[in-house]
């Protein structure tokens, strides 16, 4: 009878743990994911690679962000590209042409077209928003990327305006980083996919250094994104976020 009753001890001992837990709470992940990139301004030195069907192309940028409504980047490789500017103001883009010397507007749909030929378009260069404020976030399942453990969270608007309508996410349980992304529209097609390469420590904070972007609706191997430097809450002078420094 003493037998028994330890035998019961031992099992209802080891799955009262398990039957105590909770699902871990998205929309807090969701939160950390955010202040792990959070800060006032970044600047972001960065290679952008676009591996087409037959050849590849490289471009380099330098980006200067403030908040989640002012951007302003700046091509300084290829030769071809150097001198092209971009500057975002909430919700307006405007792009510099050297060689034609003329600004003009991206909006609308122009926005979700791609830029430089890449698997990334205009949005996803410009956006900063935190993802707490445009979606909820539900767990629904633990897997292992890149030999970290990660929590698997779906992604559901809680606004109009996103540029994704779900996403899927694995997020580093203890970095809180996403490595790896699959982006769905209103219909429930895949659009696009993200997969981290490489993570680093830089600024005092882990980042991912290395990203493959590849566009579900197109061919081609897809574009890496490697940040070789990044800078956080550093000061950036105001007119940086002017139309006038687009032709400077």
């Given at each position: 009878m003493k037998a028994l009753k330890l035998l019961i001890m031992v099992i209802f001992g080891c799955l009262w743990p398990a039957m105590g837990q909770t699902e871990p709470n998205g929309d807090e992940i969701l939160i950390k994911v955010d202040r792990s990139m959070a800060s006032k301004t970044k600047v972001i030195v960065a290679k952008m690679i676009?591996?087409?069907r037959r050849a590849s192309r490289s471009f380099r940028m330098k980006a200067w962000i403030e908040g989640d409504e002012k951007a302003f980047v700046e091509f300084l490789d290829p030769p071809r590209e150097r001198g092209t500017k971009m500057l975002k103001i909430g919700k307006k883009l405007w792009m510099y042409s050297p060689s034609a010397d003329r600004t003009i507007l991206i909006a609308g749909h122009m926005l979700r077209q791609s830029m430089m030929g890449s698997d990334l378009s205009y949005e996803d260069i410009m956006e900063d928003k935190k993802l707490h404020d445009l979606y909820q976030a539900k767990v629904i399942g633990e897997e292992k990327y890149l030999d970290r453990?990660?929590?698997?969270?779906?992604?559901t608007p809680k606004v109009k305006d996103v540029t994704y309508y779900s996403r899927k996410m694995w997020v580093d349980k203890d970095r809180h980083i996403i490595l790896k992304e699959e982006m769905y529209g209103k219909s429930g097609r895949l659009l696009k996919e993200?997969?981290?390469e490489d993570v680093k420590v830089m600024g005092g904070r882990w980042v991912a250094t290395r990203s493959l972007f590849?566009?579900?609706?197109?061919?081609?191997k897809g574009t890496e994104f490697i940040i070789e430097d990044i800078k956080f809450d550093v000061k950036i002078p105001p007119y940086i976020f002017s139309k006038a420094a687009l032709r400077r």
């Amino acid at each position: 009878m003493k037998a028994l009753k330890l035998l019961i001890m031992v099992i209802f001992g080891c799955l009262w743990p398990a039957m105590g837990q909770t699902e871990p709470n998205g929309d807090e992940i969701l939160i950390k994911v955010d202040r792990s990139m959070a800060s006032k301004t970044k600047v972001i030195v960065a290679k952008m690679i676009v591996h087409g069907r037959r050849a590849s192309r490289s471009f380099r940028m330098k980006a200067w962000i403030e908040g989640d409504e002012k951007a302003f980047v700046e091509f300084l490789d290829p030769p071809r590209e150097r001198g092209t500017k971009m500057l975002k103001i909430g919700k307006k883009l405007w792009m510099y042409s050297p060689s034609a010397d003329r600004t003009i507007l991206i909006a609308g749909h122009m926005l979700r077209q791609s830029m430089m030929g890449s698997d990334l378009s205009y949005e996803d260069i410009m956006e900063d928003k935190k993802l707490h404020d445009l979606y909820q976030a539900k767990v629904i399942g633990e897997e292992k990327y890149l030999d970290r453990p990660c929590w698997v969270m779906q992604l559901t608007p809680k606004v109009k305006d996103v540029t994704y309508y779900s996403r899927k996410m694995w997020v580093d349980k203890d970095r809180h980083i996403i490595l790896k992304e699959e982006m769905y529209g209103k219909s429930g097609r895949l659009l696009k996919e993200a997969y981290v390469e490489d993570v680093k420590v830089m600024g005092g904070r882990w980042v991912a250094t290395r990203s493959l972007f590849k566009d579900a609706l197109k061919s081609g191997k897809g574009t890496e994104f490697i940040i070789e430097d990044i800078k956080f809450d550093v000061k950036i002078p105001p007119y940086i976020f002017s139309k006038a420094a687009l032709r400077r």
